[in-house]
């Protein structure tokens, strides 16, 4: 039995959808082959007297309403949870090590961060390390952390000790005599090299790299440690970097998919080929072993609004998404809506009453990653249309 040749004539080109949710367009011309194709089948398999299983329709569609609401602008990356900052302690002064603190033990200032000869090593805040003894009549950046350092702990009054001053007065001995006697170290009113260490915060023990009863040297390290401050690092892909912003909010999926709000801290400016999270955007960070074709990144830092929630987890894998615009009213279809056509615009399939349907051209606004959403705005769509979307 032969068949009759049935000749359609297609269009050159047809929409697409756009390539980050690629599918085939349907269109009536299609739909017409598709029929005419599966009638062509059911007639040979008459013919022939075989059964096959039926075929799923891999282009099976759904409709979504366009909606009018509030929309954000929203980035979804990968990212690490941990603490901020990373210390390297070294040892000043000959000596043998008598005790150290347990790993992860917060030591906060004012209290000793390792032994040394049976005396305590004070942990003092302040951005300059020590570098020299300091005594009555000097002066310099590194006493003006001293003078801060024994007004907020309570060894003088602002009134009695300027936090600002940069001299080594009397007030400054007074108070440090003070601060020795409660570390049970020789009340001398003098700073030798070796009684203090300064950071600029407290300290998070994270390595140790001398134990009790080891003999150490001047330059010598004795541990490792972080800040006590929770933190969030993201490395995100270099290309974005102008989409994100100090300031911008951010939410935070931790890995019991609990969220938490938090707050872009710190945006890297230098690219890497492979980036080391555990860095932080404001401190330096060395390239892994990426190769050469490793996508470049830059290191972008999150406070956590509330630091609590995050629990104490260290170089923890979580999400986050960052809001980086926002519009009150936006017309909105999801991203699966969208066709591309050539010339590289878009358009919705917008379906009709009694089943009819036609394309809309659109313009695009805030994209959503996210949620899956974008705004677009035409003369032709409103609020409560239909647009056709692939079937999950």
């Known amino acids: 039995m032969s068949l009759p040749e049935a000749t359609i004539e297609l269009p050159d080109e047809l929409p697409q959808r756009p390539r980050w949710r690629a599918r085939r367009s349907r269109t009536p011309i299609a739909l017409a082959v598709a029929v005419i194709v599966v009638a062509v089948g059911v007639v040979l398999l008459a013919v022939s007297g075989n059964h096959a299983p039926a075929s799923t329709n891999a ?5 979504a309403t366009v909606t009018e609401q509030p929309l954000s602008s929203q980035t979804l990356v990968s990212a690490t949870l941990g603490y901020a900052g990373n210390y390297a302690v070294a040892d000043q002064t ?28 004070a942990l003092l805040y302040g951005p300059v390390p020590a570098y020299r003894s300091l005594s009555e009549g ?35 001995a007074a108070a440090l005599e003070r601060l020795q006697a409660q570390l049970a170290l020789p009340q001398t009113g003098n700073l030798p090299l070796g009684q203090a260490v300064f950071l600029p915060t407290a300290a998070r023990v994270t390595e140790l790299s001398a134990v009790e009863g080891f003999p150490i040297q001047p330059g010598s390290p004795v541990l490792q440690a972080s800040s006590t401050k929770r933190q969030v690092v993201i490395a995100l892909d270099a290309t974005q970097q102008a989409d994100v912003r100090v ?8 890995p019991d998919n609990s969220t938490t709000p938090g707050v872009v801290s710190a945006v890297g400016t230098v690219a890497t080929g492979s980036s080391s999270a555990s860095a932080g955007a404001g401190s330096e960070s060395t390239p892994g072993a990426g190769g050469s074709g490793a996508t470049p990144t830059i290191n972008v830092d999150v406070t956590p609004t509330d630091p609590a929630a995050t629990g104490q ?12 615009a926002s519009v009150n009213h936006a017309l ?19 379906a009709g009453q009694n089943g009819t349907r036609h394309l809309v051209p659109v313009s695009l606004g805030l994209f959503d990653d996210a949620d899956g959403l974008v705004q677009v705005t035409s003369s032709g769509l409103t609020a409560g249309q239909r647009v056709v979307v692939p079937s999950l």
């Not at 282009?59 to 409709?63: E, H, I, N």
């Not at 090590?97 to 390792?114: C, K, M, S």
């Open 59 to 63: 282009d099976a569609t759904s409709l």
């Open 94 to 121: 000959p000596g043998t090590i008598t005790d150290v603190p347990a790993l992860g033990a917060n030591v906060r200032e004012g209290q000793g961060l390792y032994q040394l000869d049976g005396s305590w090593v």
């Open 138 to 172: 000097m002066s310099g950046s590194d006493v003006r952390e001293l003078n801060a350092a024994l007004v907020a702990l309570g060894d003088a009054t602002s009134l009695q000790l300027d936090p600002s001053s940069t001299y080594f007065s009397s007030s400054t």
């Open 247 to 254: 300031g911008d909010r951010v939410t935070i999926t931790l």
């Open 313 to 324: 987890l260290d170089q923890a894998p979580v999400e986050v998404t960052i809001t980086t």
């Open 332 to 350: 909105v279809v999801p991203l699966d809506a969208l066709l591309a056509e050539a010339g590289g615009t878009y358009a919705v399939e917008v």
